[in-house]
């Protein structure tokens, strides 16, 4: 069983990592125009008998807007010719009557040539009424118009059956997972991509629209063509098309995983197409790789640009202090190395911790880069490096047993407090047999402990001494004592016991 890293191993260091657990720092609307006329006494006012038609005021009489008289074969006292002088007591209903005319135009029939066609109509109607009155049958009734509420019980028929046919799409086989992360009861889908994804990836979605539109399954309003095209795709059709070439050491990542694994995986899969165009893979899977990252400085935690250098030729991660330097700083062996993005430790979303082995102990580079396409490449290529190396250590091993050696995230990390003897020389890690090894973990101290302030123990039992530990919380206590029974309760491996015996020689 390798070490939680990479390389084999059962050390209590800086992080709990399988084999390994951290040194305590695991830290409707209806348009209605007013038809004016000549009523009684000569004043304009509506006529009598007028009816709605279609949404317009059809008056028995229709206005002409360039006369002021009544109608041809009508006689009015006060009514005068267009042409001749008006009485002087016709003056201000003139006035009234004209405003209210400009008014009635504009919402009837508008100007120009639409006036006149609005007139037209209006005539057509009222003759038609008055045909109908002097026949002495009714007049035809108007068409009714479909009322608001049934237009909008039907919008919402037809929304509550595509919603349930969107969730008879769910119950499919691959759509019960989100497409891109795997978490269960996804409630949103790209509709332009055919994939039902859950609420966090959703958000990625949102930030490509050149790519992929979203919509919520349960809340927003679905068109026939939208499920039509989800129903002809789903998830295993996009899995089929997206991701045809993913190399087998490229990391899947989860809904437990960090924000940029999962944009990044997304992006790589939709947007720019990785995964059914291998030429694009070149950036991690070269076996070569150069470029600067932002590292974290041992003493004042000061970060500073950094050469890195990764070659499957040499099996080595290296990284310079300075540009014209010909000798590295250090040398990470790929056979001992682990990687795992870690924002909150490091400060930054970008993150990534690198552990490796010099002179047997355990060591840690932080890093990040502000590009976090960049700094996924350089987690990729790292995974690639130690595929091509456990391929040939491990000639007859095939694929999926060697993906899950290539790195591994930490089972526990945060604060312990130390107590018990005085050690001669700093360890900084404790190596965690298996139960058949002699290796026990215990969930107290024993009486006679002193030098502690944090009250829950947990003793480790190892052949050669006991280590003695203290948790702030309960909670905190039961947490770590199931990350170490996971490491007891698994049988040691080959590789892990010459990894024992260096630590029994160790000072």
Not at 306 to 321: D, M, Q, S
Not at 421 to 450: H, N, W
Request: net charge positive; aromatic share 10%.
């Amino acid at each position: 069983m390798t070490a939680g890293w990479s390389h084999p191993g059962r050390q209590l260091f800086g992080s709990l990592s399988s084999r390994q657990c951290g040194w305590w720092h695991c830290a409707e609307q209806v348009d209605v125009g007013l038809g004016w006329g000549w009523a009684a006494g000569g004043l304009p006012g509506r006529l009598p008998g007028a009816r709605a038609r279609g949404g317009v005021w059809a008056p028995q009489e229709a206005y002409r807007p360039r006369r002021w008289g009544p109608p041809a074969g009508r006689s009015g006292q006060s009514a005068r010719c267009a042409r001749g002088p008006a009485p002087a007591h016709a003056q201000q209903p003139r006035r009234r009557h004209e405003r209210r005319q400009l008014r009635a135009g504009r919402q009837e029939c508008g100007t120009g040539a639409r006036a006149e066609a609005a007139q037209d109509g209006a005539g057509a109607a009222a003759g038609g009424l008055r045909g109908a009155l002097a026949r002495g049958v009714d007049a035809p009734s108007p068409r009714p118009a479909l009322a608001p509420a049934s237009r909008a019980g039907g919008v919402a028929a037809m929304a509550v059956e595509q919603r349930r046919a969107l969730l008879e799409l769910l119950q499919r086989p691959g759509n019960a997972q989100c497409a891109d992360c795997g978490a269960a009861d996804p409630d949103w889908a790209s509709y332009t991509l055919g994939v039902f994804i859950c609420l966090s990836c959703s958000g990625i979605h949102r930030n490509i629209p050149q790519v992929s539109k979203v919509k919520s399954v349960r809340l927003d309003t679905w068109e026939e063509a939208q499920v039509e095209f989800m129903a002809s795709h789903g998830n295993d059709v996009a899995r089929a098309t997206y991701e045809s070439q993913v190399p087998s050491f490229h990391y899947r990542p989860t809904f437990s995983d960090c924000h940029l694994l999962r944009e990044q995986w997304i992006r790589a899969k939709y947007e720019r197409q990785e995964f059914t165009n291998p030429e694009r893979q070149e950036p991690y899977s070269a076996g070569y790789r150069e470029g600067f990252l932002w590292k974290r400085g041992r003493d004042n935690g000061q970060f500073l640009s950094r050469k890195f250098v990764l070659t499957e030729r040499e099996g080595a991660l290296k990284y310079f202090n300075r540009n014209d330097a010909k000798e590295p700083k250090a040398i990470m062996k790929i056979e001992h190395l682990n990687a795992t993005f870690q924002p909150a430790k490091i400060g930054h979303p970008h993150g990534l911790q690198v552990t490796y082995l010099r002179d047997n102990s355990t060591r840690n580079v932080f890093v990040y880069h502000e590009d976090g396409k960049e700094m996924v490449h350089w987690f990729n290529a790292l995974r690639a490096a130690r595929f091509h190396y456990l391929q040939v250590a491990f000639p007859g091993a095939c694929d999926a047993d060697l993906v899950p050696k290539l790195t591994r995230n930490y089972l526990k990390e945060g604060y312990m407090e130390k107590t018990g003897p005085k050690d001669a020389f700093a360890r900084g890690e404790v190596f965690i047999g298996s139960r058949e090894s002699g290796y026990t973990v215990l969930d107290r101290l024993p009486p006679s402990t002193q030098g502690h302030h944090w009250p829950h123990g947990i003793t480790i039992v190892t052949p050669e001494r006991r280590f003695l530990l203290a948790c702030e919380t309960e909670s905190e206590q039961r947490a770590w004592l199931d990350a170490f029974r996971k490491v007891v309760d698994r049988p040691m491996l080959p590789q892990e016991y010459a990894v024992e015996a260096h630590f029994k020689h160790k000072p």
